[in-house]
């Protein structure tokens, strides 16, 4: 995979302003160091199930706060972060399913 869905959510949940740049991102929203994404990038690798589910809580935490706002910006941004952790829980899914199905039980 060329590109890591990991980096889409990152650019969108900077574009919402939630994080100031990619290592802002790595640091808050993924728990890891600053370099995460470039470590990644560099090696070709696929971002820790640790680091996706970090993600998805956090991104279904904000949701959910930003969805209990009476304010329509605040919806759609919670809309938004909804639909952010779910990409990241379906790539959290598909890598524990390549894991599981790439080893047969004897």
Known sequence: MSELII???CNLV???GLAEN???FCERWLCRGEGYMRTLRFRGLQPSA???A???NKLGFYADAFLASD???SVHTGQNLQALQRLCEDQLRKAAQSKWQGHSIH
Do not use: F, G, K, S
């Open 7 to 9: 980096e889409n959510i």
């Open 14 to 16: 900077i574009a919402e």
């Open 22 to 24: 990619e290592q802002d």
């Open 50 to 52: 640790d680091a996706l």
């Open 54 to 56: 970090v993600c998805a």
């Open 71 to 73: 304010r329509p910006y």
